[in-house]
């Protein structure tokens, strides 16, 4: 996430890095770097300009004034000022309707009809609400079937009318069915659609004057840079929607949209996409944002995630086994399905603070899961449970049912004798826990 551009960023405040004191030539300087990787990330000429011109303000002003290093201080006000260009403070949707009903719109090819089932999955999971998805893409046969398996994959119900082409009708009787049986949220995703097509801006319109919704959400992918920036503004001028999405962010994001697009239509980023997976939502922190960037780390929200995967009864479970020397593959294999629930291993490392330095360079695969999972399959109960019975003839047949080497059998041993002996030394709860095995599991491949 930000790669390029955290690097970018980070080599141009080292700059006042080993300065005794702040000057008007090392602040310019600085702020010159700082504009250069804002402008390659793609973020509006404009807003970068300002951007370094409010940091170089208050770098001079702030000088006088604190005890902090020349580069402690620049880095500081770097993050103020971009978690204050992305919004300051996390905006909530607004879900005080009965049913609360948000409308869904954006680009072709932006991720709605995902998104929409990831929100739907959040809120049902998280908010304890009971969702209602309603396809109203009349154009493509195929996005009513997506929707659909989406909907079957999280249990929550689709309404759609494959005979109806017209979306401000079918919107209409989904939200009467969620009155009807009981629905408190009403997701209604509709057809990707171009700014410059006004047939098709003037039936998102329709639909937004037919429905009324609480919220308004206006999808963005966020590989698209300051393009993204310029429709979500043709959209707003319309739609005038109350919040935006950022899709794609586990990809090679450049960062422009995130950072642009609340200065250009002065509207919240409310949510962010990270993966594939239908839990990989995220409610968006500007200040969690802007430490990610400039390459800090995100532990709050790594915690988080930690605390909603993990079982506390399973956990206590673990610890009496640990403590007894009885912690097998078995335990292992779960503790490792856990970690998968939370999210891609690059996302989840980038959470670390100094990680996404450390490990830059390396492929981090979530595959490398997927042959651990094979190994300790192709063991039978009892050296799952035993793993001191593995001897040389158990590891070649372990090796030729996983479709692995023996030497790969060998270091999956290794480090999982590490991690017995860490978790065993390990205290506190489990977002500690969790961060302390995957630093021990980064070398499994």
Known sequence: MFDNLSDKLDKALHVLKGHGQITEINVAETTKEVRRALLDADVNFKIAKEFTNRVKEKALGQNVLTTLQPGQLMVKIVKDELTQLMGGESEGINLSGNPSVILMTGLQGSGKTTFSGKLANFLKTKKSKKPLLVACDVYRPAAIDQLHVVGDQIG???????????????AQAGIAKAKAEGYNVVIIDTAGRLAVDEKMMAEISDIHKGIQPQETLFVVDS???????????????????DGVILTKLDGDTRGG???????????????????????AIDVFYPSRMADRILGMGDVISLVERAQEQFDEEEARKIQKKIAKNKFGFDDFLSQIQQIKKMGNMKDLMGMIPGAGKALKGL?????????????????????????????????KRIAKGAGREVQEINQLLKQFD??????????????KKMMQMMGAMKGMK
């Not at 609340?262 to 239908?278: A, L, N, Y």
């Open 223 to 241: 590989m698209t840079g300051q393009d993204a920036v310029n429709t979500a503004k043709a959209f707003n001028d319309i739609l005038n929607f």
């Open 418 to 431: 590490q991690m017995s002996k860490m978790m065993k030394m390990m205290q506190g709860g489990g977002g």
């Open 257 to 279: 949209a995130a950072i642009s697009i609340k200065s250009v239509v002065d509207k919240p980023i409310k949510f962010i996409g990270t993966g594939e997976k239908m839990e």
């Open 363 to 395: 492929d981090i695969d979530d595959d490398a899961f997927k042959h651990i999972e094979a190994i300790i399959y192709s063991m039978t109960p009892e050296e799952r449970s035993t793993p001191s019975k593995l001897d040389a003839s158990r590891k």
């Open 156 to 170: 929550v119900p689709v309404y759609s009318d494959r005979e109806n082409n017209d979306p401000v009708a079918i």
